[in-house]
């Protein structure tokens, strides 16, 4: 069965570019873990990245998948499917007694070398010069009121590592998958926030987040890096901005008006679908085609409605 709605099906000719394509020694590999498709009747084939849900059904974006794997991919692209079996595998073998953390994921992502590297730079009292494997980069270097210089760059993910003293928190699975599904779909809005020690750039807020765009592939991370901080200084902003000044959640009426805005849009690619259109069937289709759950899907049609 192929859960995403396709705009069009693939011909017989993409079909056969596309398993000539996955070829592997002599066989076809199934994109989600790439073991062998023995039979080659037994083929299905799906959707690889989710960011397809609004275009068309181009061959780039089309994989070979494995009957048993097809049915259990439900309303996830192959990508999706593909990194949620290697994230519970990941949270089964790296399971700590004091569970796990960015440097994990980095170890894991980075195959065990080259992470956590040293930045090597020199500094003037305006710029920051930072020496990169594929050269230098000039940084202007700003100061708060605290007093602290900082800049902002975007880090490859080898130069990064958990901040321990600052980020004592493990990882939640469910929470970077959310935030990993979000990553794939949207951009980062605010950078995540290190500090620079001993030539070290130690990340300690927004841990989930930069794990969740690890998992999603990314080899850069939007930083905004403090310059060696007093750090019980810093410790004490962390726990402010976290506790009683946290970002205000949106007035109801505005997020009303911000679901009403995205479900104008999915109502309208509904209807461009054939057959009869009910509220039932759109929810039905925010489930299936979107890969929302029963409850979002719920939450936007009576936004709508309001
Ligand atoms: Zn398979």
């Keep these: 069965m192929q859960v995403y709605m396709l705009k069009r099906q693939l011909t017989d000719k993409e079909k056969e570019e596309l398993i000539k394509e996955y070829m592997r020694d002599g066989s076809l590999r199934c994109f989600v873990d790439n073991h062998p498709i023995e039979d080659i009747s037994q083929v299905d084939f799906h959707h690889i990245s989710p960011r397809c849900e609004r275009g068309p059904t ?117 929470r970077m998958w959310e935030l990993y599904r979000h990553f794939l779909r949207y951009t980062q809005l605010a950078p995540a926030i290190c500090r620079l020690v001993d030539r070290q750039v130690l990340l300690f807020d927004g841990q989930h987040k930069t794990a969740a765009q690890i998992w999603a592939g990314r080899k850069y991370v939007d930083c905004k890096i403090y310059i060696d901080p007093d750090i019980q200084s810093i410790k004490e902003t962390v726990l402010a901005a976290h506790d009683k000044l946290r970002q205000m959640p949106f007035y109801t009426s505005k997020l009303i008006s911000i679901y009403s805005d995205l479900f104008k849009d999915d109502w309208e690619d509904y209807l461009e679908l054939a057959g009869q259109k009910s509220e039932a069937g759109f929810v039905e289709y925010l489930i299936k085609v979107k890969g929302k759950t029963k409850t979002e899907g719920l939450k936007m049609l009576r936004s709508a409605i309001q």
């Design 58 to 174: 181009t061959i780039d974006n089309m994989a070979p998948v494995c009957k048993d794997h097809h049915k259990l991919i439900r309303t996830l692209s192959l990508q999706e499917f593909r990194d949620k079996l290697m994230l519970e595998k990941f949270f089964t073998e790296f399971k700590k007694a004091d569970g796990i953390r960015l440097d994990e994921v980095l170890y894991f992502k980075l195959d065990g070398l080259n992470y956590g590297n040293p930045l090597n730079f020199e500094k003037t009292d305006k710029s920051i010069k930072i020496y990169w494997n594929t050269g230098p980069e000039l940084h202007s270097l700003y100061t708060c009121s605290s007093g602290f210089q900082y800049f902002y760059a975007l880090i490859p993910i080898e130069y990064i590592k958990n901040d321990f003293e600052l980020q004592p928190r493990p990882l939640e699975s469910k």
